[in-house]
Each structure stands twice: as structure tokens, then as C-alpha cells.
């Protein structure tokens, strides 16, 4: 069982709750930037989880036992994202869960706490530990909520860009570009990329789905090529890329160490990835997409 240190404020209410999931004070800033985006956008409070991953081979009630040090780094982390929190409207909580687990216990966390949302940071390797069992990857194929996973460790986003083709995971990157024009005066530019000839139904497709997202004064860009290339050649002007994840699972792969996005993982400029849960078949759940 994992042990938790709780310093809470109260919830007082049933306002959504958006858990950011910290393990690192390189990234503690970026990541407490778009949970707080989220939360305030939608009315929410923040849940900052310090989760602190102890070897295998060091029982739990062992690490606890070092408390002096632990309180001490968990709390200069917390406090960190509490204040950095302050900028946003919504009221902030904190918790530090020590576990064999990682990123196990940031889906169980997440569950306990009934989050609408999870901001993380990418790479499973920081949160993993260990290795990654079959069930763990089940797990992350199994969302309980939104997941947003920050590659990059600084966020200034004056500059978004928000490439979709449509779908439940675009329309969360929609709301994360929103939450962040609103918090941080973000400009934002959509992205829609099409096959040559298909210029003019893309132009149209991306501008309703722009208007039924709020989006509809964003910029609006149709290219034509593939997709990944075409992200890759853009993405330079921008501060920020936020891409909805695809049917395959992005938290799933992230898990099991496997997410290649080729050109998108190796640009300079942070990449924000979106999954909201999607409904599966009992068939999809045993044996996964193809």
C-alpha cells in the first residue's frame, strides 16, 4: 500500500478537480501552468500530487522513516507549485504518496480523488521505476479522466499551435488552447492537414470546427502533405504544439516506453499530448487496438 501525507485544504464543494502529478522541480512550473490554465477555465480546484517512487528493494515504511528529508524536498516542491498556483484562480490542495508504483499511483490517486483531469509530465521512465507489468498497461488503456502529458520543461505560451482532424482527444487540445488564451492571452492557430485537392473541404472543416469550439477567431491553417512532417516544419514559430492523441492510446504507450511520434518528439519546441477515455468494447479491452 502506498503511505500519504496530506496538507489539504478542505474541499468545500464539488468542483472539478484537476491533479497535476509532479516528480521533478525542472518541470514543476510548466506543468502547475497548464493544470491551473485547466482548472481555472473550468471552474475547478488544483490537486498537486508529489509522488516520490522508491526502489523495489526499499520497503515503504523504510523510506517513511527518512522523513526529515522527504518532508523537506516534497514540501519545497509543493510549496513551489502552491505559489506558482496563486496566479490562477482556483483554490489548491497538495498531497506526497510514496509508492513502489509511479505512474500506477498517479491513475490511483487520480481515481481516489475523482480528478476530471491529469496534467503530468511525459516520459513514464521519470514515473515508472522499474519494469512496466501487463496490468499497468491495461491501466493507462483504461482512463479515468483526461490525461495531459507536458514534454518540456519551460511553458511560455504566447504562440499555440493546435493541430486536429477532429475526434474526443482534439476537442480536449481545443480546451486546453482556450484555458490557456484565457489565463495567459495565448494566441492560438489550428492546424488541419489534408491530402492534395482536399484544400477546400479542409478549410471548411476547419473552420466549423473551430466555431463549435470557441476557436472561431483563431488562425486557421490548412497544409497539405503528411502530417507529422507538416507539424514538424511549423511547429518552430510556436511556443507550444498541443496534439490530441489517437486511437491507439497515448497513455498506454507512454507506459510500456513505446510513444514514437518520429519528428514531433525531437522538436525544440514543448509538446502538450491529450487523451480523453474513449468507450471500448469488452474485446478492445483484453486485446487492445491493432
Known amino acids: 500500500m502506498p503511505r500519504t501525507d496530506d496538507r489539504s485544504v478542505p474541499r468545500g464543494d464539488d468542483r472539478p478537480t484537476v491533479m497535476v502529478a ?36 526499499t520497503s515503504l515504511e523504510k523510506a517513511a522513516a527518512n522523513r526529515e528529508k522527504l518532508d523537506r524536498s516534497s514540501a519545497e516542491l509543493l510549496d513551489a507549485a502552491v505559489a506558482n498556483a496563486a496566479a490562477f484562480d482556483a483554490p489548491v490542495e497538495t498531497k506526497t504518496i510514496l509508492s513502489h508504483r509511479g505512474i500506477g499511483e498517479v491513475f490511483d490517486a487520480a481515481r481516489a480523488s475523482d480528478a476530471d483531469a491529469v496534467v503530468m509530465g511525459y516520459g ?37 499551435l ?20 484565457e489565463t495567459a492571452g495565448a494566441n492560438v492557430s489550428l492546424l488541419h492537414v489534408v491530402e492534395p485537392g482536399g484544400e477546400a473541404a479542409g478549410r471548411e472543416f476547419l473552420a466549423d470546427w473551430a466555431a463549435g469550439h470557441g476557436l472561431g477567431d483563431a488562425d486557421l491553417r490548412v497544409e497539405v502533405g503528411d502530417v ?34 518520429g519528428t514531433i518528439e525531437r522538436l525544440d519546441t514543448p509538446v502538450l499530448l491529450a487523451e480523453r477515455p474513449s468507450s471500448r468494447s469488452p474485446f478492445e479491452r483484453l486485446f487492445g487496438s491493432r
Not at 522541480?25 to 509522488?51: D, F, I, M, Y
Open 22 to 57: 509532479l516528480s521533478n522541480p525542472r518541470t514543476e512550473g510548466a506543468l502547475v501552468a497548464v493544470a491551473g490554465a485547466l482548472a481555472a477555465h473550468r471552474g475547478g480546484r488544483l490537486l498537486a500530487v508529489h509522488v516520490v517512487t522508491v526502489p523495489d528493494q
Open 124 to 160: 513514464g521512465a521519470r514515473f515508472a521505476g522499474g519494469r512496466v507489468e501487463g496490468s499497468l498497461d491495461e491501466l493507462a488503456r483504461d482512463l479515468p479522466c483526461d490525461f495531459l502529458a507536458l514534454d518540456g520543461e519551460r511553458l511560455d505560451p504566447d504562440e499555440v
Open 162 to 181: 493546435v493541430p486536429t482532424a477532429g475526434g474526443p482527444s482534439s476537442d480536449l487540445s481545443a480546451e486546453v488552447a482556450l484555458a490557456l488564451r
Open 228 to 261: 507529422e512532417p507538416t507539424i514538424g516544419r511549423l511547429a518552430p514559430a510556436y511556443d507550444l504544439v498541443v496534439v490530441g492523441a489517437t486511437e491507439r492510446g497515448l497513455l498506454s504507450r507512454i507506459v510500456r516506453g513505446s510513444l514514437t511520434f
